[in-house]
Structure formats: structure tokens, C-alpha cells
């Protein structure tokens, strides 16, 4: 869905290892990035990406997929070690807390790193770009005879239920 995000805003997502997106960005091959705090951080994105736009794509979902099949052949050794790096990091003691974000977000600005927020017009406009990139996306599955509204509707409850707003949730089907 973020893919479908970007694209709904008229820019063309390019996919690449984050180790590659330094040079990227520095040489002009790509124009930017959208990732979060904690990469920018590690990667010393800041250096070459000195400015960033505080916004939501209300749909990121990060994790480990894998096959099942695949899954089913893996040793039982190696599976424990999967889940145990791949488990869910806001349930696990090394939960990022809103506190250590907010320190990241000081970090960048400690070095230079300017930051907008949208206006609400704009940021509006950009949910309402976001919130047809689902209508779309759930027509596409839907026509594959998937329940994907279902699922949207059951993704826009779980974020209420915890306080947060899914901005990309279309608003007539709450």
C-alpha cells in the first residue's frame, strides 16, 4: 500500500537496498526516500537528505514474509532465531518507546536536519490521494475474490482500538 501511496502523489517509487540509497541520493539518481527515523540515524542519511516532511502513509505494515512452504522446510533452530529477530519490536522489551523516537527526532535536528510538517489543506489532500489508492487496492482484490475490504475495515478497528487514525482508511466505510 505505501508503494501505492507514493504513486497516488505522483511520485515513482524506486526500490533499493538502504546501503545503496546514500549514493543514491547524493549523486541525484533518486530524489529522496521514505523511511523512518531510525534508518536515517543509521545509514547517516541526514548528511546528503538534510531536509524531511513529517508525514503519514497511515498503511505501513514492516516485518518478515515468508513462503510457507519454505517456513515448513526451515530447521527448527533456525526458526527460533527467525522469530526471536524478526518478532514484533512494540511488544518485546526492546520496544521502541514514543520516548526514544522523539530522542531520534532530536537527534536529527541536533544535526541539521529541517523538518516541515504539511499544512492541514495539503495533508488532507494527500489522505484523500492515499485513502483512493485503497478504494483501488481493494477493488483489484476484491476482484481476485479476496475479502479485502474486510481486512482494511479490520486494520482501521485494530488502530482505534489503539489510538491511532489510519489515515488512509477511506472515511464512508466507517
Same mark, same amino acid.
Given at each position: 500500500m505505501q508503494t501505492r501511496c507514493i504513486k497516488a502523489l505522483g511520485a515513482e517509487p524506486v526500490? *533499493? @537496498?538502504m546501503n545503496e540509497v546514500y549514493e543514491a541520493i547524493d549523486n541525484g539518481s533518486i530524489d529522496g526516500l521514505v523511511t523512518c527515523p531510525p534508518m536515517? /540515524?543509521?545509514f547517516q542519511l541526514y548528511k546528503v537528505a538534510p531536509c524531511g516532511t513529517l508525514a503519514t502513509f497511515g498503511c505501513v505494515d514492516e516485518g518478515l514474509y *515468508?513462503? /510457507?512452504e519454505s517456513w515448513n522446510r526451515t530447521p527448527a533452530d533456525l526458526k527460533r532465531i527467525i522469530e526471536e529477530v524478526c518478532s514484533n519490536p512494540y511488544r518485546s522489551e526492546q520496544a521502541m518507546t514514543k520516548t526514544e523516537y522523539q530522542k531520534m527526532m532530536q537527534d536529527l535536528e541536533g544535526k541539521g536536519v529541517q523538518f516541515y510538517? /504539511? @499544512?492541514e489543506g495539503e495533508a488532507e489532500r494527500w489522505y484523500s490521494c492515499f485513502q483512493n489508492a485503497t478504494r483501488l487496492w481493494v477493488a483489484d482484490m476484491e476482484a481476485k475474490g479476496l475479502p479485502a475490504r474486510e481486512a482494511v475495515i479490520a486494520f482501521d478497528e485494530e488502530c482505534q482500538e489503539r489510538g491511532a487514525q489510519c489515515v488512509a482508511f477511506p472515511p464512508e466505510w466507517r
Open positions: 526500490f *533499493m @537496498p536515517i /540515524l543509521s *515468508m513462503n /510457507l510538517v /504539511l @499544512p
